[in-house]
């Protein structure tokens, strides 16, 4: 029983970690706006969160290793270099800056509207449930 529903709230739960991570990058681009050098870095969600609802070590970086018998398996997040695309600037820059404020700023708001969207998702299904349980 458990497993079914845990299985119906795994796909928004593994979305808004994903849109969360990708959150992260476009507000680190908007805040680099202005340092010379800096690279637009950016998320390919679709392969995240394919690579997320799996659970292959792609999506979430590498895996931690463990040397000893005391530690601890850890689980990586999403923040791993491996995941992370390097934006294609539309038009280049003088000091090497490759941040399009624009298409930032479109990218962050187009994110968080997703973002609430699977927010609002989650807690339907877990309304529903509720409304199931009690009847």
């Known amino acids: ?5 845990d299985d119906m709230l795994n796909f928004h739960t593994q979305a808004l970690r994903v849109r969360d991570q990708r959150q992260q990058v476009l507000a680190s681009n908007i805040a680099n706006a202005d340092t010379p050098n800096y690279k637009a870095r950016d998320l390919d969600f679709r392969t995240a969160l394919q690579g997320a609802l ?23 997040g999403l ?16 000091d090497g800056n490759t941040v399009d404020m624009d298409a930032e700023r479109a990218a962050f708001a187009d994110n968080a509207v997703h973002y609430e969207f699977n927010l609002t998702r989650l807690n339907q299904q877990i309304k529903g449930m509720l409304a199931a349980i009690q009847g």
């Open 54 to 76: 799996q659970g292959t070590p792609a999506a979430g970086g590498a895996g931690l290793a463990t040397t000893a018998p005391g530690h601890l398996a850890g689980k990586p």
């Open 1 to 5: 029983m458990l497993n079914r529903l």
């Open 79 to 94: 923040a791993a270099e491996a995941g992370l695309l390097y934006r294609t600037p539309a038009q280049g820059s003088v």
